[in-house]
């Protein structure tokens, strides 16, 4: 669940009758946290809370607050003092729920959704939060009902229809499943998941031709070389200092947790100081980007390429492969236009290399959506100092090499 969906748990703090002037304290609390300045935030609410050791809001606030940051027993621990104070209440068993499946007990978070639910059976983010959990614990018709469910009370429910087109997607069922993606672009056009989800279930009912079109991945999946940047003899010198960068940083972790890294290790964000290479190569990304920009808008008529934003937001990590590493398939759903650059490639993929080891491909579903037929996919062949851009929704993926060396890039997400 993004931060997004959570922040729906904590309404506009009400009057509690605390000292002082609670109501006005507790609106600096959620303007903070909606700021992203969590800690100011919890602090604030800490303050309240010292006073009157049960004030809903500051609990509800809290609660929220702990569950952004990750630490959902101490969110379970606020939320659950609500729900004893009211235990009558729908939101305080949804709030715990949300918290729960945070945690990972899905079975209380079911039964907490649940009892909101009995408690006011038309709560739409009750539905929705009951299917999110059903799908963490592997019920996935229990979940398709669900998301239905929550769009029959809000159709353009924001997540839901997405949701819904991944989840028939799993259970073999495509032709739903391009109605419920139709669905989510009608309320939110240029979606990333809906686009990606379409263009699967097109082909699987038989129509690759619109998939063809969505992905337009001739199109869309624009290469380019550079030379070295200022500041740099050669693009060998750069390469290598872009390699040592990545090789040394702070946050670069053997297959990390929810990403597509696979026999290899990868980064967190390279665009936070010291940025040393990666400076040069944010404005490598930039100039990029302005010449893809004018390049895609020349496809008349294309779904998404209109609603592309001038981006200038760059979010940037390193990835290195090593025997067998690969990339599975995987899209970017947060971001507008991804890409990455090639810094070190193995031997392997220099000169005559017949299965395309190493290769980046487009086009192919990931694993948890079993497909019938055969999908259209486009492999393009890296370089050291070339750049692919592409929209975000493409799902793409690398194929496996059999090397000592390391294959060492540089993806990007660009951000409005």
């Known amino acids: 669940m993004n931060r997004k969906e959570r922040r729906r748990q904590s309404k506009v703090p009400g009057k509690s009758g605390t ?18 300045q969590f800690a100011t935030a919890l602090n604030i609410c800490r303050e309240v809370l010292t006073v009157d050791p049960d004030n809903r809001d500051a609990l509800n606030l809290s609660g929220t607050l702990y569950l952004d940051m990750g630490e959902t027993a101490k969110s379970i621990e606020c939320l ?94 495509p032709q739903d499943a391009l109605r419920a993606s139709e669905k989510a672009l009608e309320f939110f056009p240029g979606d990333r998941d809906a686009l990606s989800f379409n263009a699967i279930a097109a082909s699987e009912t038989g129509d690759p031709e619109t998939a063809a079109w969505i992905l337009s991945m001739d ?25 040592d960068h990545v090789l ?40 990029a980007f302005d010449d893809y920009l004018p390049a895609v808008r020349k496809l008349a008529g294309h779904p998404y390429v209109p609603l592309i934003p001038d981006l200038r937001k760059i979010d940037i990590w390193g990835t290195v492969l090593g025997r067998q590493g690969h990339q599975a398939a995987h899209m970017h759903r ?19 290399n017949e299965d395309r080891a190493g290769w980046i491909e487009f086009g192919r579903p990931p694993d948890e959506f079993p497909c019938s037929v055969e999908h259209e996919v486009r492999m393009f062949e890296p370089k050291e100092g070339r750049m692919f851009m592409f929209p975000s929704y493409e799902y ?21």
Do not use: C
């Open 334 to 352: 947060n971001a507008w236009v991804s890409g990455v650059y090639y810094a070190q490639l193995p031997g392997v993929m220099h000169g005559d």
């Open 219 to 243: 199109d869309l999946v624009r290469p380019r070389d550079f030379s070295a940047p200022s500041g740099f003899a050669n693009l060998g010198d750069f390469n290598r200092a872009l390699v």
């Open 80 to 173: 659950s003092r609500v729900l004893r104070m009211f235990p009558g209440d729908p939101q305080a068993h949804y709030n715990l729920g949300t918290a729960l499946a945070a945690h990972g007990d899905l079975e209380k978070a079911i039964a907490s959704q649940k009892r909101a639910l009995e408690l006011r059976p038309d709560y739409p983010e009750a539905h929705y939060n009951l299917a999110n959990a059903y799908r963490q614990a592997g019920e996935r018709d229990a979940a398709a009902s669900r998301y239905q469910r929550t769009l029959d009370l809000v159709p353009g429910y924001p997540g839901a229809a997405t949701n819904l087109a991944s989840v028939l997607l799993e259970l073999k069922r």
């Open 396 to 416: 793409h993926r690398t194929i496996p090499f059999e090397s000592a060396e390391q294959r060492i890039s540089i993806a990007f997400d660009l951000l409005a």
């Open 19 to 36: 000292a002082g002037n609670p109501f006005q304290t507790l609106r600096a609390a959620l303007s903070s946290y909606q700021a992203g």
């Open 248 to 287: 040394a940083h702070p946050t670069l972790t053997h297959e990390p947790h929810n990403m597509a890294t696979r026999d290899g290790q990868q980064t967190e964000n390279l665009a936070i100081e010291p940025k040393g290479p990666v400076r040069q190569l944010e404005d490598m990304i930039i100039e």
